[in-house]
């Protein structure tokens, strides 16, 4: 059984253009969270996705950052217009559905680094 | 989310074991006490986590203070791969799907 995957690994960006990040959960998750790590700082939460339906955004930026977890395929972050502070390595997590204390399970994370 | 409080680093020697701290002196009686790791330029990994009594896994064990206010993580002989950077997080029973709100956490450094 695959552990979560992302990808790229690497993504560098010039200020102004777009990153989409890339999140595929482990097998039969379907609740999948992102976090944010600045350099030198702790992790943060962003947003917390089921499928089709966002259930908590209360971490994410309000502008340039969005977020989705389709039907089919994988979850995306996006960030629009990406400026020199978005430098970040973003982790996602995903959860099986039953469970009040579910633990999450992290992928690699994506390295996000503008120019 | 109530607060934990943990040392920002320790240090060990290996094959030694390892006791590392967290205070959570405004824990409710629905928070469970989890712990995660993170090693140099990975995610997150899940440790171990509990309520009220002692737990054991095949990665460690966790005590709990009775009174709930501080729990203490035991790495019972510590290797190289153990250095990482340990976080105490607590979560509240509900519904399910709550996020992990991590801290500074303890930066555990290894020595051979």
């Known amino acids: 059984n695959a552990g979560v995957m992302q990808n790229p690994r690497h993504l560098v960006r010039r200020r102004g253009q777009e990153a989409r990040l890339r999140c595929s959960p482990m097998k039969g998750h379907s609740h999948v969270y992102w976090y944010r790590q600045l350099p030198e700082e702790g992790l943060k939460f962003m947003v917390y996705?089921?499928?089709?339906?966002?259930?908590?955004e209360s971490g994410m930026p309000k502008e340039r950052f969005s977020a989705e977890f389709p039907k089919e395929g994988p979850s995306i972050l996006r960030i629009q217009q990406v400026v020199r502070g978005d430098s970040a390595a973003y982790f996602c997590a995903s959860s099986p559905p039953a469970g009040l204390q579910e633990t999450q399970y992290f992928g690699p994370g994506t390295r996000l680094l503008v120019l | 989310d109530a607060k934990t409080t943990q040392p920002n680093s320790m240090e060990s020697n290996e094959e030694e074991p390892v006791h590392l701290p967290c205070n959570h002196s405004t824990i409710s009686g629905t928070d469970y006490i989890h712990w995660y790791r993170q090693l140099p330029s990975q995610g997150p990994e899940y440790v171990i986590h509990g309520l009220t009594s002692n737990v054991n896994n095949r990665m460690a064990s966790l005590a709990i203070a009775e009174d709930r206010k501080s729990s203490t993580l035991i790495l019972h002989r510590a290797t190289l791969r153990d250095a990482a950077v340990y976080y105490c997080i607590l979560r509240r029973v509900e519904t399910s799907g709550s996020r992990l709100t991590f801290g500074e956490g303890t930066q555990l450094t290894v020595n051979p």
């Open positions: 996705l089921q499928k089709e339906n966002i259930i908590d």
